[in-house]
């Protein structure tokens, strides 16, 4: 048996807003219909991001509930951290908290829908 992965769904209530941040920090293409939005980055599974009028943020790390999660890696942290927060990203965590020499911990953002995900050092 082979379990593989789809695609990963995001809801937002803006779809618009939270689709140019994935655009704009992953690349690749985007295919809009009136209650998705398919974002294709090679190497990656489709990426949706599906209209959800009443979502309603998470409020990680505050309240433990996430919603979702991503991990993304990076070969330059840096530069990566200024393309987040360029998109649209706002952090969740202090910068000072990885150890790029010795590539461990990542760091804490938030989509523009509230969405949590981690850049690490490859």
Partial sequence: MTIN?????IDA???D???????????????????HHFLRV????????????????????RDGA??????LTTDDLASADRAALDAGAR???PTDDT???????????????GHPFCLRPA
Avoid: C
Wanted: charge should be negative; avoid cysteine; proline fraction near 10%.
């Fill in 42 to 61: 090679d190497g990656f599974p489709p990426v949706v991001i599906q209209r959800a009028p009443g979502h309603v943020p998470p409020a990680w790390p």
């Fill in 99 to 113: 150890d790029l020499a010795n590539h461990q911990g990542s760091r804490v953002y938030a989509s523009p829908a």
């Fill in 66 to 71: 996430q919603q979702l999660h991503v991990d």
């Fill in 91 to 93: 952090r969740l965590r």
């Fill in 5 to 9: 992965l789809a695609a990963i769904i």
């Fill in 17 to 35: 807003t939270e689709s140019s941040f994935w655009h704009l920090l992953l690349g690749g293409s985007i295919t809009k219909t009136e209650n």
């Fill in 13 to 15: 209530a803006d779809m």
